[in-house]
């Protein structure tokens, strides 16, 4: 997904506009992650890229992109470029030893 979005059109509440825009986005992800996984990949990573306009754009976490979008937002930016990509991820396996974090108990 590759769009520019307006953040500042006419006779639109622009918080209204911003909500919109991020359900564009959570849309577009959930939609690519219910594809079916390739062959050896364990799950949908994401190649994203964001700024004020296409040639400003530059490659972000997906989980930055909405905090992101609304510090663009709070400067007044007329619109934003947002460029998703989905890729197969393949998790890495844990080194021999290591224990989980969450399970460490001491008292």
């Given at each position: 997904m590759r769009k520019t979005y307006p953040l500042?059109?006419?006779g639109k509440h622009p918080?209204?506009?911003l909500d919109a825009v991020k359900h564009d986005i959570r849309k577009y992800q959930k939609r690519e992650?219910?594809?079916e996984l390739p062959e050896g990949a364990h799950f949908w990573d994401f190649d994203c890229r964001f700024g004020a306009d296409k040639d400003s754009a530059q490659t972000v976490h997906p989980g930055e992109l909405m905090n992101l979008l609304d510090?663009?937002?709070k400067?007044?930016?007329t619109q934003c470029y947002v460029e998703l990509q989905a890729k197969p991820g393949v998790r890495k396996p844990r080194p021999a030893g290591a224990e989980?974090?969450?399970a460490s108990d001491e008292e």
């Open positions: 500042r059109p006419e918080d209204r506009v992650r219910r594809r510090a663009l937002a400067e007044g930016a989980p974090e969450a």
